[in-house]
Each structure stands twice: as C-alpha cells, then as structure tokens.
C-alpha cells in the first residue's frame, strides 16, 4: 500500500455524500482492500447474494477488476456488476499515481422491479441462495434512474479530488512507485530508458513494467512518449514562434520525423495542425 488515509475526516466525508445521495460509498486502498464505507452495511440485495461463497468470491474480483479499469483509464466507471447491480468507481490520483478508489453501489437501476429482479435471479442463478429472499430485497429496492446515477458519478469524482486536495490521501513518499513517478516526471525530457531506470532503481524489468502496468495502465516508454506529446501541445500553443523541430527537441525527441509520427497518433493530427487549430481558437475567442 503507498497511501494512507486520515479516516475520521474520511468517514465524515462519505457521511456527507450519503446524506446528500442515499447511496453507500465505499474507500478502497491501491491495493484494491477496502479500508471503509458508510453506511457500513450493504444492501440487502447484495447480503443474500453473498451467502454463497462463489458469489461473494465473485464480488471481490468483480471490485478489483473494476479498479483495474478505472487505473487505466484515470476515470470515473460505471457498471453493471456480476450480480446484475449497478456500481459506480472513481479513482484517487495524485500525480501519475493511483492511490486509491471510492466506489457507490450497488444501485438497482431497472426501469421497474420486476425486469430488474429476472435479470438479477438469472445472474444468480448457478449461485445457492435464498430466491424468496432475494426477490423481496429487490421488490424493497429502489429504483435509481441512469440520469441520477450519473449526477452522483459527478459528484464522487469532486470528492475524489477533494480528498487530494485535502491531504486526506497521503502517498508515502519513500515508497518505489512514487520515487520512480517523481523521477519520470521531472526527467521525462531527457534520454532515459527501462534498462536506466531499472540501474538506478535496482530492480528488474519485470518488477519495473509491473509498476508501470499497475500505475500508467502502459509500459514505461508509452508513458513518457505519453508525457512528452503533452508538453508538445504545450509548447506549440505557448510558443507558436518556435520551428517544429524545435518543440520536438525540448520534449525530448531527437528524432523529428519520429516525433511527428507519434504526435500523429496519439493526437490524430499533426504538430503543424495542431498549432494552427490553437491559433484560431486564440484569435476566436479573443477581445478585439
């Protein structure tokens, strides 16, 4: 774990958000252990459900690949579980580094209770659970519109980055992942490489793309082909004087026709176009 977290502010915090949702938030390690949620009870639903041994396995994996997803792609993601419950996670970042997720569910977003129950017993069924039982918490549930669903999905994001700000997440600043982010980020312009990194780390390759895997979502060298494409778009909008080559070697790229390519497709235009679109926008939206 390479976070900690101040839990009485935490825990008020998630109060706040099930005052004003009416959903149960739950707080999630980087190592995808959950650490608290309020209320502190799940869903009746998702109770029956996990009587069964399979399905409450199926839960946690359910969770962690969910958590996955939202590392990679640095976004909030909602979902339908394998319980045919509806989740919702957003991931905590500082950095580059994902420190941790906050997740609402499980939500029974149906367009009436009884499609939604079907769905859910078919889900269920290979599962030994109480079907009677299952059936009256889902009758019980209420129905929560997409709409609303997504309104909360805003709103956990502005907690998840609230709870940055704040310092409520605190990345432990000895621990390698941060040490290695910390060194990207401040020499990403420079040559360096996995075999460089893997020397003044001593660790191995293998150990070294786990890291880059878990926290990027990519290998090392697309992070930082990643990281000098965007200050590429930086530089083209803050200095529209400079030669495209110019651009291309203050963000590391020795090799210009190599840059336009990978500018191309992570951009899908090119430096020239890119500049020139900045420049309009400019001329757009300035005052006469």
């Not at 999905?153 to 980055?161: K, L």
């Not at 191995?204 to 200050?231: D, F, P, V």
């Not at 210009?256 to 500049?275: E, M």
Request: glycine share 4%; with cysteine; aromatic share 12%.
């Amino acid at each position: 774990m390479i976070s900690t977290f101040n839990l009485s502010k935490l825990n008020s915090l998630l109060q706040d958000f099930y005052r004003i949702t009416r959903l149960r938030i739950t707080v999630f390690d980087d190592s995808f252990r959950e650490l608290t949620a309020y209320p502190e009870h799940i869903a009746p639903c998702c109770q029956i459900i996990r009587t069964d041994p399979d399905a409450a396995a199926e839960c946690a994996r359910c969770d962690a690949k969910a958590c996955e997803l939202a590392a990679s792609s640095r976004l909030a993601h909602t979902y339908r579980c394998h319980a045919g419950l509806t989740e919702s996670i957003a991931p905590l970042t500082l950095g580059n580094i994902v420190i941790g997720y906050l997740l609402f569910g499980h939500v029974f977003s149906y367009p009436d209770h009884e499609e939604g129950f079907r769905i859910i017993r078919e889900k269920c069924a290979s599962y030994r659970i109480d079907t009677d039982a299952l059936k009256a918490a889902c009758f019980s549930s209420p129905l929560i519109s997409e709409a609303y669903i997504a309104s909360a999905s805003h709103i956990m994001q502005a907690v998840a980055s609230y709870l940055c700000l704040e310092r409520m997440a605190i990345v432990r600043r000895k621990e390698l992942p941060v040490r290695i982010d910390e060194y990207i980020s401040a020499h990403f312009t420079e040559d360096i490489s996995v075999p460089d990194l893997c020397r003044r780390f001593q660790i191995g390759k293998t150990y070294l793309y786990e890291i880059s895997g878990q926290n990027y979502g990519c290998g090392i060298a697309e992070h930082i082909r990643h990281l000098r494409i965007e200050k590429a778009k930086a530089l083209l909008a803050e200095h529209p004087e400079w030669k495209i080559s110019e651009t291309a070697s203050a963000c590391g790229f020795s090799d210009y026709n190599y840059f336009i390519t990978v500018f191309k497709r992570l951009t899908g235009i090119s430096p020239g176009q890119y500049r020139a679109e900045m420049k309009e926008n400019f001329a757009r939206f300035s005052f006469p």
